[in-house]
């Protein structure tokens, strides 16, 4: 019998380590085609990150629809992930406090819009899930009682805030001056916090403007000295500069707005035909005041955005002799920064240009076009058609995990967010 359970043990044992052994897709994103419009932002704060300080007052909010007329019956649950992503090995009991499935019941209909949907509200922490530890969390909305069945899925972060961190982005950077890169140095104050070995016992991980394609990850500090730790002159904080985003808003589905040529009502939707973009790479650079990359969902005749915006066949367009040796890609947090056949651009022989329609809800967007080359590379390249200033502003956070010896998961101690030019 003994014999048993030892066998039993090292059998789900087996069974744990290969799971983790396993990469898991972690990424935000929807997974089922009637839900829309999924936003994670601190509360109250539409240009912060998605970071919160762990046990403060503020909160993340989650918001999506789904295209319907009736309320579906949904849960949701958190699962804790590594510097990377990856799930840690945490048990539900050590990240939050209570059980960690809990029901979606802040929902509302839509009102007045042609295209009927479903809003749905998560905030984070409540009264049935509150996150016990930092790090990076990945949210999960599935149908009640089948967890498997993952409909959407959120990242956001919880911070300790234990070091201090400072920092700058410079266009003197390490492959060249004032051209098309930009170059991210900073350095961690441990004063009122000691790591014993900054050289194996954390992780910086800098991202640019939410994207996760082009994070840089990187293992080890390039010198300490007494209590601070400095990241300067690393390859991997060389970041291509990029362009400011484009933008458009749709806050009148009947009347065209900011980059809109013509709106047009046709099979029971308003469809909006932006004007045809133009590639950037061979012109002067133009400063712009944008949102890096986000959305904001508004109406100019509602009192909630949320329920009185409608869904408008929103059409791109982009002037762009077709490339044999790459695709083409919508980019922004109106595709969550993902690259799928959502945001691709097609290319269309009788207009020679490149098109995609996507359905998005009436607001004020930022987008850019990003080229994934064809061999397997899977980072977007602004250089095709956008270009690369160096004058561009940029938003770039950084944040600073610890693994601490015989710990099995990840903790962040720390964020900051820079931007260049500023």
Not at 67 to 95: F, G, K, T
Not at 112 to 130: A, E, R, S
Not at 264 to 288: C, T, V
Request: proline residues 4%; aromatic residues 14%; glycine residues 4%.
């Amino acid at each position: 019998m003994r014999r048993f359970y030892s066998l039993l043990f090292l059998s789900l044992l087996c069974c744990t380590l290969n799971i983790y052994a396993q990469s898991v897709d972690t990424e935000t994103k929807i997974f089922y085609p009637d839900f829309k419009t999924l936003k994670i932002q601190v509360a109250d704060d539409f240009l912060a990150p998605p970071i919160i300080h762990l046990n403060s007052n503020e909160q993340i909010t989650i918001t999506f629809d789904e295209i319907s007329d009736d309320v579906r019956y949904m849960q949701y649950r958190l699962i804790h992930c590594n510097a990377d992503w990856q799930p840690s090995q945490l048990l539900d009991s050590e990240i939050v406090d209570g059980f960690n499935i809990a029901n979606v019941n802040d929902y509302a209909f839509s009102s007045n819009t042609f295209i009927h949907y479903v809003n749905y509200l998560i905030t984070i922490p409540n009264q049935d899930i509150k996150p016990l530890v930092s790090g990076n969390f990945l949210l999960q909305v599935f149908p009640e009682n089948d967890p498997d069945d993952i409909i959407l899925q959120a990242r956001f972060c919880i911070d300790e805030a234990k070091v201090k961190i400072s920092g700058e982005t410079t266009s003197r950077t390490d492959l060249g001056y004032n051209d098309i890169y930009q170059q991210v140095n900073f350095k961690i104050d441990q004063k009122n916090y000691t790591i014993r070995d900054p050289y194996n016992d954390i992780i910086a991980v800098v991202e640019q403007n939410g994207r996760n394609d082009n994070k840089a990850i990187i293992a080890h500090p390039q010198r300490v000295l007494g209590s601070e730790i400095y990241y300067e002159h690393i390859p991997q904080l060389i970041f291509k500069a990029g362009n400011e985003f484009r933008r458009f808003e749709t806050v009148r589905a009947n009347y065209p707005g900011m980059n809109v040529d013509s709106t047009r009502y046709i099979d029971d939707s308003y469809n909006a035909y932006l004007k045809i973009d133009e590639p950037r790479a061979n012109q002067s650079y133009y400063y712009d005041q944008t949102q890096y990359g986000r959305y904001m969902i508004d109406e100019y005749n509602s009192t909630d955005a949320n329920l009185g915006a409608d869904y408008i066949m929103t059409h791109f367009s982009l002037d762009l002799p077709y490339v044999m040796n790459a695709d083409i890609y919508i980019d922004g947090e109106l595709s969550n920064h993902n690259f799928s056949d959502e945001n691709k651009m097609v290319y269309n022989y009788n207009t020679n240009l490149y098109e995609k329609t996507m359905r998005l809800k009436q607001g004020s967007y930022n987008y850019q076009y990003l080229a994934i080359p064809r061999n397997g590379n899977t980072i977007g390249d602004p250089t095709l058609v956008e270009g690369n200033y160096y004058e561009t502003i940029n938003e770039y956070v950084i944040k600073i995990y610890q693994r601490q010896p015989g710990s099995r998961a990840d903790r962040l101690i720390g964020s900051y967010t820079i931007y260049s030019g500023k």
